[in-house]
Every structure is written in structure tokens, then in C-alpha cells.
């Protein structure tokens, strides 16, 4: 399978303030995803984002899938921000869609 | 749209006992997944189906776990006898073919086998 590292695994902040999250892995991939896991335990797709880079209000995210790595920066951090943040990565098989490799996760909190 | 629908929220049962759940896809999504998460190995994929065919079941504990998909709006996950290391989040995915969107997941399934 895929290798998928995440950093850092635990990221305590207070309300205001910037973040970077990383995410590398260990071989070429077609598909890239980010997710939130809120205290409540849904995973909510944040980006599907192969290459490139996309924003979606104080969210974006990088990838450079020729350096193996995506980044997901979080501006003006506010407590509902908290939750794991979960990288995923997936293999192309040409006309389907294959099986997602997850890293374990980014602990977000942000405290008021 | 719904989203992906996952029934129950929550399953309680005892050691032995049959457990069913439940996924109803996205409408129009070809694509199903079920995964499991715990604290321990994390988000784990167990089976996943393309067309309501499965594609690959290598995820999927032992035979006490079986999977279905008799339509394309509909997919069950079937432990029996349940055994309290079974106690995990059960999530139910699905996608389209085309790859501009990803994975929407259900909000999942606590189990607890005592």
C-alpha cells in the first residue's frame, strides 16, 4: 500500500491564529483528499485536491504531487476549527476508482 | 441531496449476536465503501463495490464479516457472531466515477459488542 505520514500529529492553537498542516506520501498518487473530523465524529470532505491549489474561505490546500507532499493551511483559527484533520490518498485504476490510503491524523485544538 | 445515509447512529449488542448496517449511497454514485475506524489501526478500508459488484473484500476481517450490495441505492454490513474486538466506527462512503469530487462519507455507525 500507500505510505501516508501526517504532521504535526497534535497542534494546539489559540483562536486567531495561522496553521500549516503537512501531508507526505511514499509513491505516486492520482487522488488527494483532505478531512475534517469534528467532535461529533463525521468526516466532512474539506478538499479533493490531486494537484494544485484550491481555497475555500479561511481553508486551502497545496499539492505538489511530484514532491509527494499536500499542505493544508488554516488562517484565523476559530474553536469550531477543532477536530482531526485526516489526509487521504488513493491510486488510480484507470476508469475506477480504487481504495483511499489515510494518514493518521492531525489533533487540532483551538482554544478561545 | 441527503448525502450518504447510515443506519443505526448507534448499535449496542451483545457478544454473539447478529449486527446489521446500513448505507444508502448517493443517488447517482457508482462507487460504495465501507470503512472501519478505532483508535488503535485507525480508518481501515474493508470492502468496497463498483456498480454493486464487489471489487475488493482483502480489508474484511474474517468470515464472521460479509457484505451486499443488492441494488445501487443500498448496501448492508453483516457481523455474525459479533465479538466485542468488532467494537469500532463503521463509515460508508461513496463516489462517482468521475474523480472531481472524491469520497462523500456517511456519518457512521458506533458499534459497542459487550
Known amino acids: 500500500g500507500i505510505q501516508v505520514e501526517q504532521s504535526p500529529p497534535d497542534l494546539i492553537l489559540q483562536e486567531g491564529a495561522n496553521s500549516t498542516l503537512r501531508c507526505n506520501f511514499s509513491?505516486?498518487?492520482?487522488?488527494l483528499q483532505w478531512f475534517h473530523q469534528n467532535p461529533w465524529g463525521q468526516l466532512i470532505n474539506l478538499f479533493y485536491?490531486?494537484?494544485g491549489t484550491k481555497q475555500n474561505g479561511r481553508l486551502s490546500a497545496t499539492t505538489v504531487a511530484t514532491e509527494r507532499y499536500s499542505l493544508l493551511y488554516i488562517s484565523s483559527s476559530q474553536t469550531t476549527d477543532s477536530g482531526v484533520y485526516f489526509c487521504?490518498?488513493?491510486?488510480?485504476?484507470?476508469?475506477?476508482?480504487?481504495?483511499?490510503?489515510f494518514g493518521r491524523g492531525t489533533q487540532l485544538t483551538v482554544w478561545p | 441531496d441527503a448525502g450518504v445515509i447510515q443506519s443505526p447512529r448507534h448499535e449496542v449488542t451483545e457478544m454473539g449476536q447478529e449486527v446489521t448496517l446500513r448505507c444508502k449511497p448517493i443517488?447517482?454514485?457508482?462507487?460504495l465503501f465501507w470503512y472501519r475506524q478505532t483508535m488503535m489501526r485507525g480508518l481501515e478500508l474493508l470492502i468496497y463495490?463498483?456498480?454493486?459488484?464487489?471489487?475488493?473484500d482483502s480489508g474484511m476481517p474474517e468470515d464472521r464479516f460479509s457484505a451486499k450490495m443488492p441494488n445501487a441505492s443500498f448496501s448492508t454490513l453483516k457481523i455474525q457472531p459479533s465479538e466485542p474486538r468488532d467494537s469500532a466506527v463503521y463509515f460508508c462512503?461513496?463516489?462517482?466515477?468521475?474523480?472531481?469530487?472524491?469520497?462523500?462519507f456517511g456519518s457512521g455507525t458506533r458499534l459497542t459488542v459487550v
Open positions: 487521504a490518498v488513493e491510486r488510480d485504476r484507470g476508469s475506477t476508482l480504487g481504495r483511499l490510503y
Open positions: 463495490f463498483n456498480n454493486n459488484v464487489p471489487i475488493d
Open positions: 443517488s447517482g454514485h457508482n462507487s
Open positions: 485536491i490531486p494537484s
Open positions: 509513491d505516486s498518487v492520482n487522488n
Open positions: 462512503a461513496s463516489s462517482f466515477r468521475d474523480k472531481r469530487y472524491g469520497y462523500t
